[in-house]
Antibody
């Protein structure tokens, strides 16, 4: 069974930076499209970013474009999200999610999430 | 990238059917057969229930079904059970490698 474990969340001041990690196991990481999805406290799910299975292309929601960077290290089976210029409105639980490349348009595996709090 | 529109809540008695709508535009729901639905219990990660508008992943009960007409997708839960009480989110591919979720619907089993 696919396992995804996020880490790196915490409290950061507005304008600060944080890097989230998502450790993948029990599946062929290199064949999976990977995403980050966030959920503000008491709110709905919001898609944040996506990276192709081979890392060749990335895409972002307008709200994080230019501030967040998604990447992956196949040798370490790990997905990353570098978050810069953080804002109060970035406060959320961040989930990594993925799917085999044949099902690139949905998310069939999810991690448990890591909480990011942006506050002074 | 505006969120898809879902009703905030729906309810039904055990054994009844409920339907959750998900309205988008021709740029997302109406433009692609790439609508998926997710179930989420409080404090838990979402779970895929339906992909590609109508497909049910292995292990998902057949009382869950999906459909689409124009810019509106729907999730129907037939034979409602107590364990179906949760939040449900629709999601659609929106072109240019972006995705958009709905605001979520709370299903209450009376």
């Amino acid at each position: 069974e696919v396992q995804l474990v996020e880490s790196g969340g915490g409290l950061v001041q507005p304008g600060g930076s944080l890097r989230l990690s998502c450790a993948a196991s029990r599946f062929t990481f290199s064949s999976y499209w990977m995403h980050w999805v966030r959920q503000a406290p008491g709110k709905g799910l919001v898609w944040v970013s996506r990276i192709h299975s081979d890392g060749s292309s990335t895409s972002y929601a307008d709200s994080v474009k230019g501030r967040f960077t998604i990447s992956r290290d196949t040798a370490k089976n790990t997905l990353y999200l570098q978050m810069n210029s953080l804002r109060v409105e970035d406060t959320a639980v961040y989930y990594c999610a993925g799917v085999d490349s044949s099902g690139w348009h949905y998310f069939d595996s999810w991690g448990q999430g890591t909480l990011v709090t942006v506050s002074s | 990238q505006s969120a898809l529109t879902q009703p905030r809540s729906v309810s039904g008695s055990p054994g009844q059917s409920v339907t959750i709508s998900c309205t988008g535009t021709s740029s997302d729901v109406g433009g692609y057969n790439y609508v998926s639905w997710y179930q989420q219990y409080p404090g838990k990660a979402p779970k895929l229930m339906i992909n590609d508008v109508t497909k049910r992943p292995s292990g998902v009960p057949d009382r869950f079904s999906g459909s689409k007409s124009g810019n509106t997708a729907s999730l129907t839960i037939s034979g409602l059970q107590a364990e179906d009480e949760a939040d449900y989110y629709c999601c659609s591919y929106a072109g240019r490698n972006t995705w958009v979720f709905g605001g979520g619907t709370k299903v209450t089993v009376l």
